[in-house]
């Protein structure tokens, strides 16, 4: 068995590029940031982003093209996939990118980094956003179910 499963939340760098293919079909390329932070031997807080490369086809590519901005917090799923062509010189070139499957955008209705207040939230209009309990709500050990 096999499994080819990516799912990131991060941020937007840049906005995305939205083409049509000379079939029809919509395609968007843009990169999102994951930042990972940690904490050395010495107890110093250490923090890198990574950098990933996303294409979203059809469907998902128009609503990626109309709802997302640069800055815009998502959460995605997809698979990745690695392309390979020869540059002018003749090289040999590669590039890894995710090829989305399903995307549920974080901002909150009506933020200026995106995902405006009647937008979509994924391609299976999902939404993972739950009331917070009252804050005076306490949790008692004994109502736990396991």
Known sequence: MD???VMI???VVRDPEVRTTPTGQTVAS???AT???WKDK????QQKAEFHN???WRRLGEIVGQYIKKGSKIYLEGRLETRSWDDQNAIKRYRTEIIADNMIMLDKAGANSGGGSNAPSST???SIEQPAPPAEQEINIEDIPF
């Open 42 to 45: 010495e107890g110093q807080r």
């Open 3 to 5: 499994l080819n499963k």
């Open 30 to 32: 843009f990169a999102i």
């Open 9 to 11: 939340i991060g941020n």
């Open 35 to 37: 930042n990972r932070v």
């Open 124 to 126: 299976q209009e999902q």
């Open 54 to 56: 996303v294409v979203a």
